[in-house]
Each structure stands twice: as structure tokens, then as C-alpha cells.
């Protein structure tokens, strides 16, 4: 299933799409796409519905972020070899993890803000993993199971802020609106192997990232495996996996996003973000 969220900002409803294209609206049978809904239970719920009996949403509303009340944002950084060396950094020995704020959480086509004092804004196409089910001490064969799905993340950065402003990446993670999420939350089901998806980012017209999740150094399974010995992870929460190599600071020489840049990023059989930059006021 396709799940997403559509309407306007912090009053979105939950929907899935149906196989004609159309989204549904799921109001009637879930609160949210978030918490218990997430859970086998709950899938399997929507799942055993006639989508066919379910209103059509009309006309063409704002997607909003494919999951509500995100617990923890979790990222992984220099997750991909060819990532690591482009930002002149060892590949970790373990998965390098960090947070962003969940206030940074939007939609995935709408507008992204440039915040005050930013030189360095930059992009970073990820393959988002939504846990399920409550998970503590798990181990990578288990790992999978405890996943709900898989969507699209921007984990935009202002990279001056992330490395020159002291203390943890979080300062260059975090502005509001620098976590697109979406546009559909694919269940698991859908996802025949999350290491083997082909990824892309362009900026006006120009692709910058091409890669694929062949390519993590710590694959799925082994993010959550370890996420999980330090912290539990609940249902809701969102991990971004890391990204490929071709992001601005990796240019030569570098180029970041400046007001009025559009972006458009996709991942195979998970949809596609579009978004144009504005400078914060």
C-alpha cells in the first residue's frame, strides 16, 4: 500500500492510494497515519478494505508528510562509501548517528526555507525506514520485521552551521523545513529489497546524485540492529539511511541552493519530491 497524508499544514488527513492514481480518503477508518496505525494490526486493517468504497479525494490537495507525530528523526551520516570519500572523510566503523529536529518535518513538495545566515544550504536525497513496532535489543535477522515502510527524505543541511558553528550536527540539520517527507509511506510489503533501489536528486534540471542503496556501508537491517542496543525505537519513528555521493559540498567547486532553485528527487517505486527554495525572512 501507498499510505500519505493530504490537506493543509498540522490538519492533514490520513488517505492511500488507490491503484487508478487516486487517493482515498481514510478518515473514516484510521485517525492518522502514525502510532498504533502503523503496527501489523493496523496495516492489516487498511489492507483488507475495499479501497473502491472509499470517498476520492477531489482535486489536487497539499501532500503533507507521509507520517504524523514523529516521534524521533534519526539520520545516518556517511553512510555510503563514495559519500564519505567525496566529503574527505573515513568510512565510520560503525553507523555515525545523529538527530534532526522534528520540527524540520514537511511535505514533500512544499516550499523550503533558506534560513538566516545560511552560505551553505545543501541536499541529500535518503531512503527513509518508519518503524512499526515497538523495538529494543533487536537483532539484524529480526531487524526487518519491525518496519512498517519506506519513503523519500530530503535530510537538507547547511553545512556551514553543521561543521563551523561547534557542537553536534543537529545546529545544520534542523531549520524548519529541512526534512520533506514523502510523498507515500510504501508499505513493506512493496518493497522487495531495500538494498537494491535506484535513487536520484536534480537541481534545476542539473541530476547532481545518482546512486543506488546498493551502496550503504551499513545496510538497513544493521541501522535498526544497532540504532536499537541504545535507544528503543517506536512506531512512528523515522530513520534516514544516509545518501549518495553528489551533493553540493562534494562540487568542484562547491554549489549550494540559493532562493529559487527547484529540486526534484526520487526514489525507485517510493515517488518523488519536488520543491523550490526561498530565503527565510
Known sequence: MKLLRYGELNAEKP???DA???IRDLSGVVGDIAGDTLSAEGLAKIAELDLTSLPVVEGNPRIGACVGNV???????LNYSDHAAEAGMEVPKEPVTFFKATSAICGPNDDIEIPRGSVKTDWEVELGVVIGKHT??????????????????NDLSERDFQLHRSGQWVKGKSADTFGP???WLVTRDEVEDPQNLSMYLEVNGHRYQNGSTKTMVFDVAKVISHLSQFMS????????????PGV???QKPET??????KMELGIEGLGVQKQVTYAAD
Open 71 to 77: 516521534g524521533k528523526f534519526i539520520c545516518i551520516g
Open 256 to 261: 549550494y541552493l540559493k532562493p529559487g532553485d
Open 15 to 17: 488517505g492511500v492510494l
Open 20 to 22: 487508478d492514481g487516486n
Open 248 to 250: 553540493g559540498m562534494g
Open 233 to 244: 525505537l517506536q512506531p512512528g519513528d523515522v530513520i534516514s539511511t544516509g545518501t549518495p
Open 181 to 183: 517527507i514523502g510523498p
Open 136 to 153: 529494543k535489543y533487536v537483532s539484524e535477522k529480526g531487524a526487518l520485521d519491525h518496519v512498517a515502510g519506506y519513503c523519500v527524505v
